[in-house]
């Protein structure tokens, strides 16, 4: 059966005044997400995964604008919504977020139970004393160990795996539809980052929501993702499943971001990166933003923006190098058979590779 769209963008644009410029944040983003399905958003620094996704909660910053296009979440416009007050009933109850870093999310000076026992109370209607066993088995089912005496302690007693788990825990007091997750895992180490990603794999199988999950990291794309956004200056660039952006990929630029996959690196020899800077998002971007930095770049990607082409019916790329005329391309020879590769990697990273004594280690207190 097709699934249905829980979340649409339609031709989105997203605009922050600074110092009387426009600095054009999002230029024209389009994008359906399916129930339960995970969609992991990539693209270097600055390229607009934060900007995007902060506008299907409402929490642009004061001086950034939605300047066109539409958000629905299922029949609701969101991008109609203004006052916070408008926006109580999606934000943290139908939409949650988890942040990089946990202690933004956390009080210092409250007890973790306390945190989470209030979202319970607040949004769930229960008693405090119901709460507060909602609260541990919440704990628990974040893999918190002996959650009944971590429930009162203070998030400076947590490890950063830990507070994460927590966040997490909070967020899913509110049962919200959609989980977007920006950059959870990046501030952990490898194995604490294994462990929170299989976590929130998990509790999606248990909660059934939808994830959107930004990265860097294109393993976690491929150990996490069905679908894949890959942003650039600003716009999708190429979307597609999983299997479409590894080993179909048609956009120069996510030729370029796969064959920066640390696992293609040889050893003693420096790790692919991009050359080159994205264009100043204040100026109008003529034709293709990535065409500078493109060695195939073609004369048409300097002067005219391309459409977003058609690659099958999961598989849509914006290049001109799709366009029936452009000359046929190779991509490079570094990320042809990424399907071994990919393999290799997905073993790296799966749930299997990591027991009970690494979960241990992460639940020890971190002060004393
Ligand atoms: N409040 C703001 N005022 C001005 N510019 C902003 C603001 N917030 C974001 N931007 C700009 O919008 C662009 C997109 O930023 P965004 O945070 O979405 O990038 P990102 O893809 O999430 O990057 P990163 O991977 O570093 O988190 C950047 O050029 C950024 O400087
Ligand atoms: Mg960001």
């Not at 024209?28 to 997400?33: D, F, G, R």
């Not at 830990?162 to 966040?167: E, G, H, L, N, S």
């Not at 999961?314 to 399907?339: C, G, Y």
Request: charged share 25%; glycine share 6%.
């Amino acid at each position: 059966m097709e699934k249905a769209t829980v979340l649409s963008v339609e031709n989105l644009s997203v605009g922050f005044t600074v110092r009387n410029r426009e600095l054009k944040a999002i230029r024209n983003v389009s994008l359906e997400i399916k129930e339960q399905e995970t969609l992991a958003i990539v693209g270097e620094s600055g390229s607009g995964k934060s900007v995007l996704t902060k506008t299907f909660t409402g929490m642009l910053e004061q001086n950034g604008k939605i300047t066109n296009g539409t958000i629905k979440y299922h029949d609701k416009i969101l991008s109609d919504l203004k006052k916070d007050k408008e926006w109580e009933g999606i934000r943290g109850r139908e939409i949650a977020t988890i942040f990089q870093d946990p202690m933004t999310s956390l009080n210092p000076i409250k007890t973790i139970g306390s945190q989470i026992s209030e979202v319970i109370i607040k949004h769930q209607g229960k008693s405090a004393k119901e709460a507060k066993e909602m609260a541990i088995d919440l704990m628990k089912r974040t893999g918190i160990p002996n959650a009944e005496n971590r429930y009162n302690e203070y998030p400076f007693q947590y490890s950063g795996g830990m507070r994460q788990r927590i966040v997490i825990a909070i967020a899913l007091a509110c049962r919200p539809k959609i989980l977007i997750c920006d950059e959870p895992t990046t501030a952990l180490d490898v194995t604490i980052q294994a462990q929170i990603l299989d976590l929130i794999r998990e509790l999606q199988k248990e909660y059934q929501f939808t994830t959107i999950f930004i990265t860097h990291d294109l393993g976690v794309v491929a150990a996490i993702a069905d679908k894949v956004a890959v942003m650039y200056s600003g716009q999708i660039i190429e979307t597609g499943t999983v299997e479409d952006i590894f080993y179909n990929a048609r956009h120069p630029y996510t030729w370029a971001l796969l064959s920066s996959l640390p696992q293609l690196s040889q050893k003693g020899t420096e790790l692919y990166s991009v050359p080159g800077t994205p264009p100043s998002l204040y100026k109008d971007i003529e034709g293709d933003a990535f065409a500078p930095r493109n060695p195939f770049a073609m004369e048409v990607d300097f002067k005219k923006e391309p459409p977003m082409f058609q690659v099958s019916e999961s598989h849509f790329a914006k290049t001109w190098l799709m366009d029936p005329r452009a000359p046929q391309v190779e991509k490079p020879q570094a990320i042809q058979n990424l399907h071994e590769k990919l393999v290799a990697l997905q073993e790296e990273i799966a749930p299997e590779d990591y027991d009970a004594q690494d979960l241990a280690e992460d639940g020890g207190v971190t002060v004393g």
